[in-house]
């Protein structure tokens, strides 16, 4: 049984202990990344819940003018925008290429473990984000066209949400979630994880093809740059609130992918890990074989 596996693994000290499997969790579980499945769900989950918490609310001055910007009824890159390009698109587009240029005998696993680790780029974005916003509680650029502060309200004295009239409540709870940018972490998780899919399945960086790969490739990263900066022309996000969110994004892409797919420079980037490791153990396999039968040989002689 896999769970009293676990337990002798603990009780024996002298037992080396499996550090990937933890000594019970099954080949199968590994290779089909069942946990990452479960944790996507458990994402999910924590996405809806979070949607509803309210963030923390930070005091304010309301002559404070690096608030005190319009509110855009149009956005340039709206929420569902946001949602087409920094996850749909790129799903679509790494389930097409994977299917196109991956080798019979890997297309459907190198897909799914692509789709996978994009997901997960994106939802543990999205969470991180939320937390972050939920707790900082920094206002937006266009905070008091939110608000819209009583009259009476003094001019050099900090004052806290009771002072706003706005009806709109949502919109008013909204106005503490600048940092960080959730268009600029979510743009950048889903299209860099892209882009560097992309980069490594077209061998981008061998010398020996055409510089179009890495334009392809490196496609992803300006649209990114381009929603999270349009956040700054819609007064929805201060400057740094891009910067720190198109930071989280980055990093968080970057480390779901160089998890499932080696670096985009490596002779086989278009394959994952996982497949790479296999092949490696059964080619050691073949050779400790070899060598046993060669060994064998030479003692019989």
């Given at each position: 049984m896999p769970i009293q596996d676990f337990l002798n693994n603990i009780r024996n000290p002298n037992k080396r202990f499996n550090r990937v499997n933890l000594g019970f969790v099954s080949p199968t579980i590994l290779k089909w990344r069942i946990t990452d499945l479960i944790l996507i769900v458990i994402l999910v989950i924590l996405y809806f819940i979070l949607y509803d918490i309210k963030p923390f609310h930070r005091q304010f001055y309301i002559n404070d003018l690096t608030i005190s910007h319009p509110f855009a009824e149009v956005e340039t890159v709206g929420n569902t925008a946001l949602f087409v390009y920094s996850t749909w698109i790129p799903l679509a587009i790494?389930?097409?290429?994977?299917?196109?240029?991956?080798?019979?005998?890997?297309?459907?696993?190198n897909t799914y473990v692509a789709v996978i680790g994009l997901c997960l780029s994106v939802l543990i974005t999205s969470v991180t984000t939320d937390v972050l916003k939920n707790w900082i509680g920094r206002l937006r650029p266009d905070f008091l066209a939110r608000c819209i502060p009583d009259p009476s309200t003094p001019i050099n004295q900090l004052v806290s949400i009771e002072v706003c009239t706005s009806d709109n409540l949502g919109r008013l709870e909204d106005g503490f979630r600048t940092t960080p940018s959730g268009h600029s972490s979510l743009s950048f998780a889903g299209?860099?994880?892209?882009?560097?899919?992309?980069?490594?399945q077209l061998q981008a960086p061998n010398t020996k093809v055409g510089s179009w790969?890495?334009?392809?490739?490196?496609?992803?990263?300006?649209?990114?740059?381009?929603?999270?900066?349009?956040?700054?022309?819609?007064?929805?996000?201060?400057?740094?609130?891009?910067?720190?969110?198109?930071?989280?994004?980055?990093?968080?892409?970057?480390?779901?992918?160089?998890?499932?797919?080696?670096?985009?420079?490596?002779?086989?980037s278009y394959v994952n890990l996982i497949i790479i490791e296999e092949e490696n153990e059964e080619n050691n396999s073949k050779l400790d074989q070899e060598n046993e039968a060669n060994y064998t040989r030479l003692t019989d002689v």
């Open positions: 790494v389930i097409v290429v994977s299917l196109l240029l991956t080798t019979p005998q890997y297309k459907l696993y299209l860099s994880f892209l882009a560097l899919f992309l980069l490594g790969r890495t334009l392809i490739g490196a496609a992803p990263f300006l649209m990114a740059a381009y929603i999270a900066l349009s956040r700054t022309r819609d007064y929805r996000h201060h400057f740094v609130d891009v910067f720190t969110g198109s930071i989280l994004g980055l990093g968080i892409g970057f480390w779901s992918y160089l998890r499932l797919f080696p670096w985009i420079s490596h002779e086989r």
